[in-house]
């Protein structure tokens, strides 16, 4: 991995991510990032989002309706409501264990694994309660 040169923008948006635990999409971090920096396009917060998964600095979260962010890089998982489609974080590990299991099975080399969970949120659980009653 090799790491660009420093840019204004890409410090603007990665300090945007490490400050929020929502998982933004793209558009989210732009609509944020805007209101700091009114000049800033769409376009250069694809273009920095790249350069900062390539680098390693964020993660890229496939949901149902979009590409969402995550700069926290300690290791866990998440889940993804399928009720409001809001991504959470779930603190357990158990990528590690996964991949000695892989491993057992595969000829080749593998180092990683990514795991999403599906589920309710709470507030999901209870309207899905409230509506049954």
Do not use: W
């Amino acid at each position: 991995m090799t790491t660009s040169r420093k840019s204004k923008q890409r410090d603007a948006i990665l300090e945007n991510l490490l400050a929020r635990h929502d998982h933004p999409t793209s558009e989210e971090v732009y609509l944020s990032i805007r209101e700091s920096m009114p000049n800033i396009s769409l376009a250069t917060v694809y273009r920095n989002l790249y350069i900062l998964l390539n680098e390693g600095k964020v993660k890229a979260i496939h949901g149902p309706d979009a590409v969402h962010y995550d700069a926290d890089m300690k290791n866990h998982r998440h889940v993804i409501c399928t009720g409001c489609g809001k991504i959470f974080d779930i603190d357990i590990d158990v990528s590690s264990e996964l991949i000695e299991l892989a491993k057992q099975k595969f000829d080749g080399s593998i180092n990683d694994c990514k795991i999403i969970f599906y589920g309710l949120c709470k507030n999901c659980k209870e309207k899905n309660i409230n509506s049954e009653e």
